[in-house]
């Protein structure tokens, strides 16, 4: 497989040096008005053949410039409100750099004959290096609630239990506009103004080392001066978890230099997850069969989500922000667990009820400075985010008991303090050079400390409350890593490439009571390469390949050992003795038409994952992450985009096959077989009165070695209809409408065979309405973007 790749990425690059034609590479100009005023507004880049989006940028008091085009005809529009919008066509006359000179425009009128686009913005964009653009705004995925919601209905994007990977690559990282965030930031994220989502599967060395891939999440930029507002209203009724309601405000204002953007939501009601689980030890000896279920049914008395960002433009060239995001989570409700326990000498019966006392906060500070260094768009930045995630449990416990007919009852007192500090300092240089070259050099330091202390108290049969010393625990984690990174793309006639490496010192000390005390401590460096090639075969093919290597270090609650009560045999505990993942990734792929082909193979070392371990106690069995001694998988795709005047679509078929190999733990193996993915999201645009937006996927069944996942699917229905001249949108969806989506499978480990099924709270029905108000002004200045939006600088 590897020499195949190998073969692929030699055959298609010599392919591409012999072709001789040439493209487009950069497209300059100036806009002024008949009276030679500047005027502000913002320039696209369109394919000429279907008017898809490719790129732009905005025109104020410079000459305006757009690169890496890599194009030989493309369309021009030019938009602002001093002037009806406006198309030109530029074509390639033998110079790669093109300047248009000055454009002169009519307020008004329009001097220049004006095009009018006609058509819908595709729900998906597949760029020449492989990574996917998924529209989020105006579309079926902003009727979502969270974050986390959007991301499971877009496309190769699994969820799992809090966990996100993309389909054939595995667990991603989450980034911000360019910038990494961590797994708790992500509630802080307001829905509202997620403009769209960047599925990134072979990432630069720009992006840090993280993770089999990445997920960019994009918000919204202020693009005109002035104040405008959103307000949104969202009702949610399931007949598994009850009802929830959540509001939405987002404000943004802009005058001269000086713009702001504010947010607040506000979710109330309840939520629901159910697991059932049996563990069977058919050994005579050590027979024991556990029938156990667990209800959690939170009740979220006050969850909110707000935000606050600002920034000052010195020029056109040069801005800086400050931005602050927050989020409060009052958590209260139950979790309702009952034990059947059958072993060769006893039959026992156990119930729990957990009265859940819980709040999370999460307090972020990102400060920002950016600046354009030339024409060419050279630029430079520099920037600073500061994150507090605290979590505060006092969750009181009744546990009632009857082992072969005698009953008995105990109380037990669970208090968590839980503290997670993320700081990060980086500098991002880029040097972009006449035809089609770039240098991007860069360095990030960040800092993370985590600490919690857990006080388990049980009071046996109304006896006082004695703490118990094996639940109970402290634990602190430090964690620094420097890193650099250098990364030189460029073209040789047709083909682009780009060539990297990153590299990244990992220091970190673990400081944890359990076993009378331990500390761990260790520093290891790592160099990670990356390399990227894409061709431009004619107006129809573009073929790809691509080398990287990643790491997916355990998160921070993973390696803390503190417990989470379920029942008195059953435990989720961390495992401070994880070590990270690495991975070798291979990719090619071809762009045609509307189709966009891949296949790809991974190797990963030490990969992490999960099972049900025996504990202490003969009946007992704690839920840990371990690490496995490596893995392989290779995976294929193919996506067809359709997008026509009345009906967009997006179509994915993708097949893996997976390998999960270890010589420890005891794993009964399962033969490995394929797991098929299917993915369709459809939008119909009814004579222009009403949409119906349509999405279903379908996750096969997934037999990797070591477990066996059984099949789900999804299939959601909406409908939406804009009134007052589309100041007022109203929306009505039915989520997983077969409630097809609970999590289940099945594997044996430590001579224990094991059955789950997980149920979420995913069937539902949601009316959602949106109001836009406000008022545009013009201005002689227009910002360029958020401070947010700045970061994602990449092209």
Known sequence: MKNSIINFIVAFCFTALQSYSQTISSISGKVIS??????????????????????????????????????????????????????????????????????????????????????????????????????????????????TEILSKSPNIIENNGQLSVFGKGEAMLFLNGKQITNERLSSIPVSQILKIEIISNPSSKYDAEGKA???????????????????????????????????????????????????????????????????????????????????????????????????????????????????????????????????????????????????????????????????????????????????????????????????IRYLQNDVNHNITVSSSQFDFTKTFRNHKK???????????????????????????????????????????????????????????????RGELTDYKLNTSIGNGQILTDNYFNIFPNLQINTIISKSLKLRASYLSRITRPRYQALNPFVIYQDPFTTIEGNPNLIPEKVHAFEVGANYQDFDFRVGYNYTIDPLNAAALRGFNPNSYVLKAINLDKGYSYFTSITKNTNLKWWTSINTVNLSYNNLITNQYNFVFVNPKPQLYLYSNNTFNVNNLFKVQLLAWYLGRKQQGLYDEYSRYLITLGVEKDFLQKKLKIRFLANDIFTRTNASGFYSVGQTNIIYNRTFNNSYFRFIATFNFGKLKKFNFKIKSTGQSENNRAN
Do not use: C
């Not at 713009?259 to 027979?287: A, C, K, Q």
């Not at 819980?358 to 500061?386: H, P």
């Not at 650099?484 to 490496?501: H, P, Q, T, W």
């Open 34 to 147: 008949t009276s030679n005023e500047l005027i502000i507004g913002n320039v696209l880049v369109l394919s000429v053949k279907d008017s898809v989006f490719i790129k732009g940028t905005s025109f104020t008091d410079t000459t305006f410039i757009l690169t890496n085009i890599n194009k030989s005809e493309v369309l021009l529009k030019f938009s602002s409100l001093s002037f009806p919008d406006t198309i030109i066509r530029v074509t390639y006359r033998g110079l790669s750099d093109i300047d248009i000179g000055t454009i002169v425009m009519k307020v008004d009128e329009n001097d220049l004959e004006a095009i009018k686009v006609v058509g819908t913005l595709p729900l998906i964009k597949h760029n020449a290096d492989g990574t996917i653009e998924v529209n989020v705004a105006n579309t079926i995925l902003s009727a979502s609630s969270s974050i």
């Open 214 to 408: 990445v997920i960019n999440i994009i918000t919204k930029t202020i693009v005109e001066a002035g104040i405008m507002g959103t307000i949104s209203q969202q009702i949610t009724y399931s007949d598994f978890a009850g009802t929830n309601t959540q509001s939405f405000l987002d404000l943004s204002y802009m005058k001269g230099k000086f713009s702001v953007i504010g947010n607040y939501s506000l979710l109330l009601g309840e939520n629901r997850m159910f697991l059932h689980t049996t563990r069977t030890r058919p050994s005579v000896e050590e027979y024991l069969k556990s029938d156990l279920t667990t209800d959690w049914r939170y009740k979220m008395n006050n969850y909110s989500n707000y935000g606050l960002g600002m920034q000052y433009n010195f020029n056109s060239k040069s801005n800086i922000s400050i931005a602050y995001n927050g989020y409060l989570e009052n958590m209260g409700g139950s979790t309702r667990s009952q034990n059947t326990i059958d072993t060769k000498t006893d039959n026992s019966f156990y119930r729990s009820y957990i009265d859940k006392d819980e709040e999370r906060t999460n307090n972020s500070l990102t400060l920002n400075y950016n600046k354009t260094l030339d024409s060419l768009g050279s630029t430079l930045f520099v920037g600073s985010q500061y994150s507090q995630f605290n979590s505060d449990i006092d969750d009181f416990i009744t546990e009632n008991k009857t082992v072969n007919g005698v009953d008995g």
């Open 439 to 501: 240098l991007e050099i860069g360095a990030k330091f960040s800092y993370v400390s985590t600490e919690s202390a857990t006080n388990f108290l049980i009071a046996d049969n109304g006896s006082e409350f004695i703490l118990d010393n094996n639940l109970s625990n402290k634990f602190r984690y430090d964690e620094k890593i420097p890193a650099a990174y250098f990364n030189y793309s460029g073209s040789i006639n047709k083909v682009n490439f780009g060539i990297g490496i």
